[in-house]
């Protein structure tokens, strides 16, 4: 009974200061129905193992959950709850609940068939047993990630600034849907403000704006320097980091890392993106770092042409300044038209 009014007090109160008591109605488990749910929590439930959480399927009598349940954070899993409550978007997996009985809460989410996340069908679908991409499919996806961080942006009245991007934030569903499922560490814009001063600064090597680094703050367009990165990951079946560093360096020692980033770090990727961008333009490069798989037997003219607009706007959302980059609602026209003219 203490952790319930323990754990409803904070939620309320963050829930009143973020969205002024609003949010989706969702139910109240008890932790000994998501015990069953589980079957005690046991590993071969495990949809996906992450450092603050794991997420397991679950079996009630009349439907099927996937279950959050994270260590000792605290602070990520309150924030969780507090912003899955709001959501109401096709790409994002949607909350049904929650139990407030044990010392940390636990989520209960909409069913999600395991397909593994969008970095495993990227990265390590032969490790994972799991099917390749076409070049259709990476475009539906990107075109629909961008429509989610759209919607984070001006879907509310104070735009929510999602943080940490990274390929492994997505489940994939069993038509290759993405579902975004972890709000450990995205953020509202105070009021009356455009940014957020002094925000955690985390993330992957090349995922995290410069400015996000070197001063804490995190804004609208941290997202879409993220995006660039997990776009170009799309294109190439390479973390961006990795790509980059095999096309213009020789030096083996530089390897992709993953973790916390300094500014010099930042400043690196930079180096490493213009690089990039000047080899594939002046050396006629292009081919060489899509993924060979999109590449197969050969690229037709139209879709080649697909690939060259899709990489320039990878290069674009990741510019050192802000102002450069175009926003989530420009990128998700963008990758809308070039869908829309694939056969």
């Known amino acids: 009974m203490k952790s319930i009014v323990n754990n409803g007090e904070i939620f309320l109160e963050k829930l009143i200061t973020t969205f002024d008591g609003n949010c989706n109605p969702f139910r109240n488990f008890s932790s000994k129905e998501l015990k069953l749910a589980t079957n005690n929590y046991d590993t071969m439930n495990i949809i996906i193992e992450d450092w603050f959480f794991k997420l397991y399927k679950g079996f009630l009598p009349?439907?099927?959950i996937s279950v959050m349940?994270?260590?000792s954070e605290y602070d990520?899993?309150?924030n969780n709850i507090v912003l899955a409550s709001q959501m109401c978007h096709k790409h994002i997996l949607k909350l049904i609940g929650c139990c407030l009985e044990t010392e940390v809460p636990i989520l209960v989410f909409e069913s999600l068939v395991k397909y593994g996340t969008l970095k495993d069908h990227i990265l390590s679908h032969h490790k994972c047993h799991l099917e390749t991409l076409s070049w259709r499919q990476r475009l539906k996806i990107a075109m629909e990630i961008s429509h989610t961080f759209a919607y984070l942006h001006i879907g509310f009245p104070r735009p929510i600034v999602y943080s940490l991007m990274d390929s492994s934030q997505f489940l994939l569903d069993e038509n290759c849907v993405p579902k975004l499922f972890d709000f450990s560490h995205a953020q509202c814009?105070?009021?009356g403000e455009t940014q957020i001063k002094d925000a955690y600064v985390g993330g992957f090597h090349g995922y995290?704006?410069?400015e996000h680094i070197s001063s804490g703050v995190l804004y609208e367009k941290c997202d879409v320097y993220g995006f660039g990165s997990l776009l170009l990951e799309l294109l190439t079946g390479q973390r961006a980091y990795k790509i980059l560093v095999s096309c213009t360096t020789e030096d083996e020692d530089l390897q992709y890392s993953s973790g916390i980033e300094d500014e010099d770090s930042g400043t690196q990727y930079q180096d490493l993106l213009r690089n990039f961008v000047k080899k594939i333009k002046e050396d006629n490069r292009f081919i060489e770092a899509v993924d060979p798989i999109i590449v197969g037997d050969g690229?037709?003219?139209?879709?080649?042409?697909?690939?060259k607009v899709c990489m320039e706007l990878a290069f674009k959302c990741p510019s050192y300044s802000g102002e450069d980059r175009p926003t989530m609602i420009d990128a998700a026209k963008q990758l809308r038209q070039l869908y829309l003219s694939t056969s």
Not at 299 to 307: K, R, S, V, Y
Request: charged share 25%; proline share 12%; net charge negative.
């Open 189 to 191: 814009i105070p009021e």
């Open 76 to 78: 990520c899993c309150i």
């Open 208 to 210: 995290i704006a410069p």
């Open 299 to 307: 690229l037709c003219p139209e879709i080649e042409q697909q690939l």
């Open 62 to 64: 009349d439907r099927q």
């Open 69 to 71: 349940k994270f260590g």
